[in-house]
């Protein structure tokens, strides 16, 4: 790595599956390992590093662009080194993929990857060049040019690490970087893209391997909410909220942030923040849990639409029977989420039912069918109009009750529950889709998280 610089603290492998970390991020913020530690204190007497991240309604137009800016500019203004992640203009990914996907019916990912990630190269320019208008140092980095380096799944990539040695040079030198969110390049020099709101693991990962002092995520919303509060208007604003929670509340289904950003946060001890692009206000925190003052039972409920429910009616009930059906739904790469087997009453035949991802779900069927001689199933029944409903805390590991209230709750709505599924912080049903307002609203009630 040559001599201490800026850049031995920037480069490194962000991803879970590599626990080494190669030291950087989290671990030279707290005071890694020698030189790190040295470097990195030099860095922090001078000035703080911020990595701010504006997601798509935020830069949906040349005037908001031009707000974007303010907020850039009052940040440089104070001082501090900014780097700047941006989405694409809302709706511009929609558009790009979808002008892909009116090709033809296979089309190539990685040509995919290209088309979509144009959408970040616009407005990452775009913000550069307003900037500059102001007589603010900046520029534009698109993800191959940082680099971003990602695996080669092209349009669900994941970051393996981030090199900032020549960013990060700039950055001191007082010039703003305006990242291009969403983009990395895969290990054989083409584009890739992060998977859906992916520009939101761009800002952690960038945040982690710069040793950023915050990471900002600017959006259409005042912070994290205890249910999304497009659809439970009663839902309550967050102060602050785990990373463990929030990693659940994205994982089940609320998009305000990426999972894998909240998953590189954690690992990486990034400090997450979640604010309104349009009013000012602290937005929320996201922290560890000894951080946490008042700690409630259930801290919020998601729900997800991407589930789809296949079930095989009248299988034989032997031993090795759910392998032979879950075995070659991992081979095609088809991950099954919540699963339930009833006992049979004969001992001869029973119901099994599984869901799987909206866009898992055709192969899903087809992987099953294909194999319906040797799994011998009576019937084949299959439904997407349904919803998963998470109720997440971490203060149900030390209280007992909170699945009956669910379920007392959703009962006393004449709601049928389908499926469920627990684990240490969160208890999931699966319902019919047209019960998801009511549902929520039922529940965020029933948990005591209704605003005043
Ligand atoms: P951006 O374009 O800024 O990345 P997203 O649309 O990806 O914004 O995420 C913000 C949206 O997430 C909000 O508009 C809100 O509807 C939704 N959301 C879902 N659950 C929550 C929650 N618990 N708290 C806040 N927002 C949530
Ligand atoms: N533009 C991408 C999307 O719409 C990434 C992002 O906004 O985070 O999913
Ligand atoms: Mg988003």
């Not at 990602?150 to 690490?161: E, F, P, S, V, Y």
């Not at 900002?216 to 439970?232: C, K, L, M, N």
């Amino acid at each position: 790595m040559g001599a201490p610089g800026a850049g031995d603290i920037v480069a490194g492998a962000v991803d879970r599956a590599d626990p080494v970390g190669a030291g950087f991020g989290g671990t030279a913020r707290v005071g890694g390992a020698g030189g790190r530690a040295a470097v990195f204190s030099k860095r922090v007497a001078r000035m703080a590093r911020i990595v701010q991240k504006f997601g798509g309604t935020s830069v949906a137009d040349l005037e908001r662009i031009r707000h974007v800016a303010d907020r850039v500019a009052a940040e440089r203004a104070s001082g501090n080194e900014v780097a700047v992640v941006v989405s694409a203009m809302a709706g511009e990914t929609n558009r790009l993929v979808g002008l892909a996907r009116e090709t033809g019916p296979r089309p190539d990912q990685s040509e995919c990857d290209v088309i979509a990630a144009a959408g970040e190269q616009v407005t990452s320019g775009l913000l550069a060049l307003v900037l500059q208008s102001r007589n603010i140092d900046a520029r534009s980095w698109l993800g191959w040019q940082v680099p971003v380096r990602t695996d080669i799944h092209h349009g669900k990539a994941r970051i393996l690490a981030v090199e900032t040695d020549a960013l990060a040079d700039r950055l001191a030198a007082g010039q703003v970087a305006v990242v291009a969110g969403f983009q990395g390049i895969g290990p054989d020099g083409r584009v890739t893209t992060l998977g859906r709101g992916g520009s939101d693991t761009s800002a952690v990962a960038l945040a982690a391997a710069l040793g950023a002092d915050r990471c900002d995520i600017y959006t259409d919303v005042d912070g994290i909410y205890t249910a999304d509060p497009r659809i439970v208007a009663k839902a309550r604003k967050l102060d602050k909220i785990t990373y463990e929670e929030m990693l659940e509340l994205a994982s089940l289904g609320a998009k305000v942030l990426q999972t894998r950003s909240v998953e590189l946060a954690m690992n990486h001890r990034v400090r997450l923040r979640v604010l309104s692009s349009f009013e000012d206000g602290p937005g929320t925190l996201v922290v560890d849990e000894e951080e946490i003052v008042e700690q409630q039972v259930v801290s919020g409920i998601a729900y997800s639409t991407d589930e789809a429910k296949i079930t095989l009616v009248r299988v034989a009930d032997r031993p090795g029977v759910a392998a032979s059906i879950f075995g070659p739904l991992a081979n095609a790469n088809i991950n099954v989420d919540m699963i339930v087997q009833n006992m049979s009453a004969d001992g001869k035949a029973t119901d099994l039912t599984f869901t799987v991802a909206k866009t898992d779900f055709e192969r899903a069927v087809q992987v099953v069918e294909t194999h319906a001689g040797e799994l011998g199933y009576g019937d084949l029944v299959t439904d997407a109009d349904v919803v998963k409903l998470s109720v997440i805390g971490v203060g149900m590991r030390s209280h007992a009750g909170i699945a009956q209230m669910m379920f007392k709750t959703l009962a006393e709505r004449g709601i049928n529950i389908q499926v469920i599924s627990t684990s240490e912080i969160k208890i999931s049903v699966l319902i019919a889709e047209e019960y998801t307002e009511l549902a929520l609203r039922a529940l965020h009630s029933a948990y005591g998280l209704d605003a005043a």
